[in-house]
């Protein structure tokens, strides 16, 4: 039997990147999938493309009554959720603290932030009624330490950690386990692509050579750790930070 089988899966950000992968990553292994994202020609056609198991749900993460509808839309199709995948995360382009706009900074941490937290709030009572279940928070190494010219985003990623561990107390009794993946460099259109017009990518700027694993990860590699996360065989993990960055925090290897 599949890890998944017969368990409601909602993946927002699911309609391109790591999200893409973790919607089909949990659709491989016998899930029902709610692919929760903003571009809806993306998400209707990935639905389409996995059949019957997938269900797409358009969702801006920062709005309530967004999620309030996401998660209704997920019981009414396929009942109570058991997994919530906290995906959906926006960069922003390079600026000194000093000129980051009060706009950029709230844009930043209203999807990095309060999305995750909305997103707690409203799938707790469904996951309640599944008899338990995961959230997973999709957190960054730049949560673990300053990074010059990304002070929203660095703040947001280190708020993510706090409010990880803080739901995995609360939520304890109820079955609920709440745990972080926090990944390095990953190849997706985050990276590759630049971040507004006139800025670089980060993919350009930035070299994985000096370090352990010289290269971006892939996607699935952040879905294989995140099944294993959400499935029984890591029943006594919560409020656990699971970091996956081919050594970067470590620093860059000898010469």
Same mark, same amino acid.
């Given at each position: 039997?599949?890890?998944?089988?017969?368990?409601?899966?909602?993946?927002?950000?699911? +309609?391109?990147?790591? /999200?893409?992968?973790?919607?089909r990553a949990y659709h491989g292994e016998g899930a029902r999938v709610v692919i929760a994202g903003r571009d809806a020609e993306a998400g209707t056609a990935l639905a389409a493309e996995?059949?019957?198991?997938?269900?797409?749900?358009?969702?801006?993460?920062?709005?309530?009554? /967004?999620?309030?509808?996401a998660v209704a839309a997920a019981e009414?199709?396929?009942g109570p959720v058991s997994?919530?995948?906290?995906?959906?995360?926006?960069?922003h382009p390079a600026t000194l603290v000093e000129h980051t706009g009060r706009e950029l900074w709230d844009a930043t941490l209203a999807v990095n932030v309060t999305g995750p937290y909305l997103g707690i709030k409203?799938?707790?009572?469904?996951?309640?009624?599944?008899?338990?279940?995961?959230?997973?928070?999709?957190?960054?190494?730049?949560?673990?330490? /300053?990074?010059?010219y990304f002070g929203a985003y660095v703040a947001s990623k280190w708020?993510?950690?706090?409010?990880?561990? +803080?739901?995995?107390?609360?939520?304890?009794?109820?079955?609920?386990?709440?745990?972080?993946?926090e990944? /390095?460099?990953?190849?997706?259109?985050?990276?590759?692509?630049?971040?507004?017009?006139?800025?670089?990518a980060i993919a350009e700027v930035y070299s994985p050579e000096p370090y352990a694993i010289p290269r971006l990860a892939d996607p699935a590699e952040v879905s294989e750790l995140l099944l294993f996360l959400t499935s029984a065989g890591a029943a006594f993990a919560t409020g656990s930070e699971y970091v996956l960055d081919g050594g970067l925090l470590l620093g860059p290897v000898p010469a």
């Open positions: 039997m599949r890890r998944f089988e017969n368990r409601t899966v909602l993946v927002t950000g699911g +309609t391109s990147g790591m /999200g893409t992968a973790h919607v996995l059949g019957d198991r997938a269900l797409f749900q358009r969702l801006d993460v920062t709005v309530e009554t /967004g999620w309030q509808a009414d199709r396929f997994v919530l995948v906290n995906n959906a995360g926006t960069q409203a799938v707790t009572p469904s996951l309640r009624r599944a008899g338990g279940g995961v959230i997973v928070n999709i957190g960054s190494t730049m949560g673990h330490g /300053g990074t010059a708020a993510l950690r706090g409010l990880t561990r +803080t739901a995995a107390l609360e939520l304890a009794r109820d079955n609920i386990r709440v745990v972080a993946i990944p /390095g460099v990953v190849s997706t259109p985050l990276i590759t692509e630049p971040p507004a017009a006139g800025y670089p």
